[in-house]
């Protein structure tokens, strides 16, 4: 009997009718759109630790034209320490490591957050069909 009465509600929304938000379906829709705004927060997240990642090969690679005997200054915190040519490679290669183990997990999360809003997407579309605008 239920299963008939969503189909009759189906074929009342195809006509043009709206269909009822049931709690469970704004629970969904306010789901989508936490995840949404993750997904900005990640995006932003990601863009910047590329950036970082960039300056640094960056940096890197003008160190490549420096003397080995000279000194090169090198920000740890707020101070910069004078330190051979070296020592401050392999201190770059330690941070471009870490960026990228750090761009890695926020790909990982932006990959499972993503799934997720497209499961809530799908369900959302088969109920509401074109009522409902999910894009953005």
């Known amino acids: ?37 993750k997904v900005k927060l990640l995006d932003a997240e990601l863009k910047t630790k590329q950036k970082d990642r960039e300056d640094l090969e960056e940096v890197s690679g003008e160190l490549e ?15 910069f320490f004078s330190l051979p040519l070296e020592e401050v490679q392999e201190l770059l290669a330690g941070s471009v490591e870490k960026i990228d183990a750090e761009v890695n997990t926020i790909e990982e999360k932006l990959s499972t957050v993503q799934e997720e809003m497209q499961a809530l997407k799908a369900a959302l579309y088969g109920r509401f069909g074109k009522s409902i605008n999910l894009e953005a």
């Open 65 to 79: 034209l420096a003397d080995e005997d000279e000194k090169v200054s090198y920000k740890i915190g707020d101070s």
């Open 1 to 37: 009997m239920a299963a008939m009465m969503q189909r009759r509600m189906l074929s009342k929304d195809e006509e043009g009718e709206e269909t009822e938000v049931r709690r469970e379906d704004q629970d969904k829709i306010n789901r989508f759109s936490t995840l949404h705004q």
